[in-house]
Nanobody
């Protein structure tokens, strides 16, 4: 059974940090790209970052570049999203997703999704 389980969300003040984790199981981790998305109330799901498990290439949306860092521990089948200098506009439910195709900011290309973890940044 394919599973993606996010953890690490919570409430933090503006300027603070959180580290999200995405633990994957049930598929060959090295064959997939893992992306992080977020969705705020009333807004569309937005691609935030992605890492290719095969070669470690990373991608970031302009809105988080320089503040967020994605990394992967292939031995643990886990991808992390370190979020620093958080802003109230980062408040959203954060999802990780796996793509057999390639890294993309479009949800359409992802095959598996986690249930999400809430991140709330207070001003």
């Amino acid at each position: 059974e394919v599973q993606l389980v996010e953890s690490g969300g919570g409430l933090v003040q503006a300027g603070g940090s959180l580290r999200l984790s995405c633990a994957a199981s049930g598929f060959t981790f090295d064959d997939y790209a893992i992306g992080w998305f977020r969705q705020a109330p009333g807004k569309e799901r937005e691609g935030v970052s992605c890492i290719s498990s095969s070669d470690g290439s990373t991608y970031y949306a302009d809105s988080v570049k320089g503040r967020f860092t994605i990394s992967s521990d292939n031995a643990k089948n886990t991808v992390y999203l370190q979020m620093n200098s958080l802003k109230p506009e980062d408040t959203a439910v954060y999802y990780c997703a796996a793509s057999l195709s390639f890294c993309s900011y479009y949800p359409y290309y992802y095959d598996y999704w986690g249930q999400g973890t809430q991140v709330t940044v207070s001003s």
